[in-house]
């Protein structure tokens, strides 16, 4: 799996937009970023994943550049629940490595 | 999302006994499961993957024998730790692989907490 790059910390204001970034400079062709969150104490949450295109869920959007060499995971409007460390993840499933791994995150603090 | 179950939420034990985490995919079939351990303020470090009917693969400096891995059915895979010591202690958590067509997606369990005294 590509190793991801990503700030240890960061805040936003409530109410504002939250834009995490995230480095993937070694990305293969066929590996999918994903974006997952874990708040204190519980286990990850799945929040978006893409491949080459922008994505949008209920949750997040996920804007991914053209070389795929970075992504940006955007909470549009960011509430106190968002608080929790953010891990950007590349990985392909059926792939040589069927599985995720686990970056160190950035931990997202969302101020009232 | 999918559902992903775990039991117990939490349990604490005796040093030398042995401890039993089972994971459920409650709304999909998933032949591969995979058990996390997490350290207090470090990240999730896989431990190994679970494939239903076949044995478990390992991550390097993983004990298989320690952590014993059962993935008996579609939705159901067990963690067992045997003889359990003080270092032992952490948060495990499991997660469950769904197939999409647009790329495979990953749900996590809500995580176990052993404490080992």
């Known amino acids: 799996d590509a190793k991801t790059t990503q700030p240890p910390s960061m805040d936003c204001a409530e109410g504002r937009a939250a834009n995490l970034p995230c480095n993937h400079s070694?990305?293969?062709?066929?590996?999918?970023v994903y974006w997952y969150r874990q708040i204190h104490s519980q286990g990850p949450q799945y929040i978006i994943h893409?491949?080459?295109n922008n994505e949008t869920n209920e949750m997040a959007s996920l804007i991914i550049t053209e070389d795929r060499k970075s992504s940006t995971l955007i909470l549009p409007h960011a509430t106190l629940r968002d608080t929790a460390v953010y891990y950007c993840?590349?990985?392909?499933?059926?792939?040589?490595?069927?599985?995720?791994?686990f970056g160190t995150g950035t931990l997202l603090a969302v101020q009232p | 999302g999918a559902v992903v179950s775990q039991h117990p939420s939490r349990v604490i034990c005796k040093s030398g006994t042995s401890v039993k985490i089972e994971c459920r995919s409650l709304d999909f079939q998933a032949t591969t499961m995979f058990w996390y351990r997490q350290f207090p303020k470090q990240s999730l470090m896989l431990m190994a993957t679970?494939?239903?009917?076949?044995?478990?693969?390992?991550e390097q400096g993983v004990e298989k024998d320690k952590f014993l891995i059962n993935h008996a059915s579609l939705t159901l895979s067990t963690l067992t730790v045997t003889s359990a010591h003080p270092e032992d202690s952490s948060f495990y958590i499991c997660?469950?692989?769904?197939?999409?067509?647009?790329?495979?997606?990953?749900?996590f369990g809500p995580g176990t907490r052993l404490t080992v005294l």
């Open positions: 997660s469950a692989l769904r197939h999409s067509g647009k790329g495979n997606e990953q749900f």
């Open positions: 993840i590349a990985g392909n499933y059926g792939g040589a490595t069927n599985k995720l791994i």
């Open positions: 070694t990305i293969s062709g066929n590996e999918y």
């Open positions: 893409g491949l080459k």
């Open positions: 679970s494939n239903e009917g076949s044995k478990a693969t390992y």
